[in-house]
């Protein structure tokens, strides 16, 4: 039962334009979500976070939207750059509990120069 | 400051052998988890430990694999007698305490059975 899903496995984009990727999840008990990024033979590294409570985070070029009511969560990232090729997954906590990470199947992420 | 250390980094090992896979987290972290991700996958959670103490071992596998934190020392996942399928991408993270977000993740060990 794939409680978090990345329904898109690659996005490609031109230099310079928006990137935008999407998760979904299923279990309500979910109150806080992350985006990892990850490029091969390394592990994940943490990018952008949001709580239940917000709908919305910023960072940079990093954006993180939450729409509690349809389960979906989104990261923009403008302007996309060559280096933010990598694979992202999305991942969903419930901090009530033992604060595992539940992660998505991941989106490979290509921008074009 | 050094991060989460994994080794090592690859693992060889024959069907019906041990992989040992060690994980040391980063300084002041008492927390540790350790993820598996199949080819092709997401990260799965397999077990979340604090010193001396298994908190949640729900993603673990019934059979083989065990997972221990010391007082003293690094986090070890045990698999014994490996079998094809185990081969994947081992990735421990460590963390404080339990908190919302907070995990760093180690770069991995990637094992294969051969």
């Known amino acids: 039962d794939q409680q978090v899903k990345q329904n898109s496995p690659s996005l490609s984009v031109q230099e310079g334009r928006i990137s935008i990727l999407n998760c979904d999840y299923t279990?309500?008990?979910?109150?806080?979500f992350l985006w990892y990024k990850k490029y091969p033979a390394e592990g994940p590294t943490f990018l952008i976070s949001i709580s239940s409570i917000k709908d919305k985070n910023e960072d940079g070029r990093f954006t993180v939207f939450l729409n509690k009511s349809a389960k979906h969560l989104s990261l923009h990232i403008v302007p996309s750059q060559p280096g933010d090729s990598a694979v992202y997954f999305c991942a969903a906590q419930t901090t009530s509990g033992t604060y595992k990470y539940i992660f998505g199947t991941g989106t490979r992420l290509k921008v074009l120069a | 400051n050094a991060g989460v250390m994994q080794n090592p980094r690859h693992l060889v090992r024959r069907r019906g052998q041990e992989a040992r896979l060690r994980c040391s987290p980063m300084k002041g972290h008492s927390h540790v988890y350790w993820y598996r991700q199949l080819p092709e996958e997401g990260l799965k959670f397999m077990v979340y430990?604090?010193?001396?103490?298994?908190?949640?071992e729900s993603g673990m596998p019934k059979e083989r694999f065990s997972a221990e934190f010391p007082k003293e020392g690094p986090s070890i996942l045990r698999i014994q007698q490996v079998v094809r399928g185990d081969s994947a991408a081992y990735f421990c993270?460590?963390?404080?305490?339990?908190?919302?977000?907070?995990?760093?993740f180690g770069p991995g060990t990637r094992l294969t059975v051969t």
């Open positions: 993270a460590s963390s404080p305490r339990g908190l919302a977000g907070g995990q760093y």
């Open positions: 279990n309500s008990m979910f109150d806080y």
């Open positions: 430990l604090q010193k001396e103490n298994i908190i949640d």
